[in-house]
């Protein structure tokens, strides 16, 4: 096997981004505007698959809405505790010193939340983003795991007047999926979206990651 021990991870992650410009530079991909190809590059990067990008949206410049978020230090509200411990928090502390552990929220597991969802026959994931109501304004949304968490966000900023700065809508699976994403597809709050059943908390994780390279590059 022709194994290349050698490399180091700086190495590998240009060889990886070589290949990557090669297997799309005669695809669609290859006319996005710079900052929305480095969000696909990275996807891609993260899966291995050309394909992850098909389905990627934009939509109400939210790479700037994201960036000018991230420099306030916004909330960053999280609806697995995957991706909040996916997030770099080192990274944000770059981009503001003010980033603590306690701007990047996650109530899935909260005693309150679990007790409320058992009490009423509702999700962890809706009872969580209504716990979290107060703080939607001005925040940055991840989802990549429950499309109903998706969805009740959707709901306030559609009925309630909720306005956060960016949502990155990624949940994967076969329920409520593609549901959710054609929902938020009807508001006008700047989001980044997977279409259809692909998604997960790593690819939530990886597009705000890449959002912040246009910060920290």
């Excluded at 979290?132 to 304004?137: G, I, P, V, Y």
Aim: with cysteine; aromatic share 4%.
């Amino acid at each position: 096997m022709n194994i290349r021990w050698n490399l180091s991870g700086d190495e590998i992650e240009k060889e990886s981004f070589r290949v990557i410009y090669e297997e799309t530079r005669n695809t669609p991909l290859a006319t996005l505007p710079e900052q929305e190809w480095r969000v696909a590059r990275r996807l891609i990067h993260t899966t291995a698959d050309i394909h992850i990008a098909d389905t990627l949206t934009f939509s109400n410049n939210p790479i700037q809405a994201g960036i000018e978020a991230l420099q306030k230090c916004a909330n960053i509200i999280c609806d697995s505790k995957m991706i909040r411990s996916g997030l770099s928090l080192a990274k944000l502390q770059k981009i503001n010193p003010q980033y603590t552990e306690e701007k990047l929220i996650c109530s899935i597991s909260d005693e309150d939340v679990i007790t409320k969802a058992k009490k009423e026959g509702r999700t962890r994931a809706i009872c969580a983003v209504e716990k979290n109501r107060h703080l939607l304004d001005n925040a940055i949304i991840l989802v990549g795991n429950a499309p109903l968490s998706l969805a009740k966000t959707v709901q306030y900023v559609l009925e309630d007047n909720a306005k956060p700065a960016l949502i990155i809508g990624m949940p994967v699976g076969f329920v409520n999926v593609v549901e959710s994403k054609e929902y938020l597809t009807t508001c006008s709050i700047p989001y980044i979206s997977l279409l259809g059943r692909r998604g997960g908390s790593a690819l939530a994780v990886t597009t705000l990651h890449a959002i912040m390279e246009n910060i920290l590059d």
